[in-house]
């Protein structure tokens, strides 16, 4: 139970999202239109539901929240504009400032590349951000287990004729400033 005075969960997902979020009236519309609500252990209204119970082990165990594809679906379908895409990336951030285990590791492993690469050098490296991702996730241990890393490689190669991969970085003129953007995120992450 919260401290008098101390911000829940619920608040901290509320001062990102909006109090509309007390407006649901679990009408399914969210859930009904989701593309990966099949594979989803709780769907998008229940998501809303749990927050709005403050229930945040519910909410930040569950697998919906790394499943998740940020389509925007749900947040267009809703009838109290509630931004259900923005509270799955909450809680993700919620997650991962945690420092517990995500349900699905492997998404925040590569969510990680993926900005690591774009920090570095101003856009996505594939190449760079494949090794990173494969490294840190145990999936490389795996592939050369399993020798599926033979079918990455036919693909990578198949790719690279194409022009789909560089081998070295492309040069990104903006790459100051996407540095500077992630160096004002980690300052307003502190306050
Ligand atoms: S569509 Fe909106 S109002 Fe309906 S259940 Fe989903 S979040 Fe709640
Ligand atoms: S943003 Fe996520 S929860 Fe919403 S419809 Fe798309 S995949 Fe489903």
Redesign the pocket.
């Known amino acids: 139970m919260a401290v008098q005075g101390e911000r829940t969960f619920r608040d901290v997902v509320i001062e990102s999202v909006g109090e509309e979020i007390f407006?649901?009236?679990?009408?399914?519309?969210?859930?009904a239109g989701c593309p990966i609500s099949f594979d989803m252990d709780l769907l998008?209204?229940q998501i809303?539901r749990s927050v709005v119970f403050n229930q945040k082990e519910k909410a930040l165990s569950s697998k919906t929240i790394w499943i998740c594809a940020s389509c925007e679906t749900?947040t267009t379908?809703?009838?109290?504009e509630?931004d259900?895409a923005k509270v799955m990336d909450v809680l993700r951030q919620i997650q991962v400032e945690s420092g517990g285990e995500a349900k699905e590791p492997r998404v925040p492993v590569f969510h990680q590349a993926f900005l690591d690469s774009i920090k570095k050098t101003g856009r996505v490296h594939e190449l760079t951000m494949i090794r990173n991702y494969t490294q840190k996730s145990g999936d490389l241990k795996e592939k050369l287990k399993s020798g599926e890393w033979k079918n990455d490689v036919k693909l990578g190669m198949k790719m690279f004729l194409r022009g789909k991969l560089k081998v070295m970085s492309p040069k990104c003129e903006g790459v100051k400033e996407v540095r500077k953007i992630f160096k004002q995120a980690a300052e307003h992450k502190k306050k």
């Open positions: 407006d649901c009236y679990q009408c399914y519309k969210c859930s998008p209204h809303i749900c379908r809703c009838p109290n509630i259900i």
